[in-house]
């Protein structure tokens, strides 16, 4: 039987709902990456078809989760950034992702002077998933017509989050949606 999204968000909210902790958010990388083997779903949500930009697919009405399809038509890299008090998982759907994963290593949290260190990257493939948890600093780096599927613990229009200005020191509040502002 083929896996679909709704039995992804409904096992995505069973996994949270009895574990909502890094474990928890683990399984749901896991699931991702189960839902991502359905190749009719990722052709409908991300396809050749798929309207361009970010739409939500689902939102939990109960624990606040969304699934958000991304269909970029030109290439993109983020500066790093966190998703504040929400957590990611990023599913590679078409063509790849380069993430980069920081430690902020001046021990705040709020914007003003930061200083990051980058301690890993590598490169989502289609069909793998990536989670990043509460407070994570991350940069995504994707092609033109890179496409994937990410979950987050909340609408993150909702969220204070940061984005880091590596050359100026600096942590910035993110006033919109979008950590490329």
């Not at 939102?59 to 699934?67: A, H, M, N, W």
């Not at 910035?172 to 979008?178: G, L, N, Q």
Request: charged share 25%.
């Amino acid at each position: 039987m083929t896996y679909t999204l709704d039995a992804f968000t409904k096992d995505a909210k069973a996994a949270l709902a009895a574990d909502n902790s890094p474990a928890g958010r683990e399984q749901v990388r896991v699931l991702l990456e189960k839902l991502l083997a359905n190749q009719q779903f990722v052709d409908e949500a991300v396809g050749p078809a798929a309207p361009m930009g970010t739409r939500k697919l689902y939102e939990d009405k109960d624990l606040g989760f969304v699934v958000l399809a991304h269909v970029n038509a030109k290439g993109h890299k983020s500066p790093p950034h966190d998703h504040g008090s929400s957590w990611a998982v990023y599913g590679q759907a078409i063509k790849y992702t380069d993430m980069s994963v920081y430690k902020r290593l001046d021990g705040g949290n709020d914007a003003g002077d930061a200083k990051l260190e980058k301690v890993k990257s590598y490169r989502l493939e289609p069909g793998h998933a990536g989670v990043y948890d509460v407070g994570d600093v991350h940069a995504i780096d994707y092609p033109e017509g890179s496409r994937f599927v990410r979950v987050t613990g909340r609408d993150l229009d909702h969220v204070r989050r940061l984005k880091y200005d590596m050359a100026a020191g600096k942590a910035i509040t993110i006033e919109s949606a979008s950590a490329s502002a």
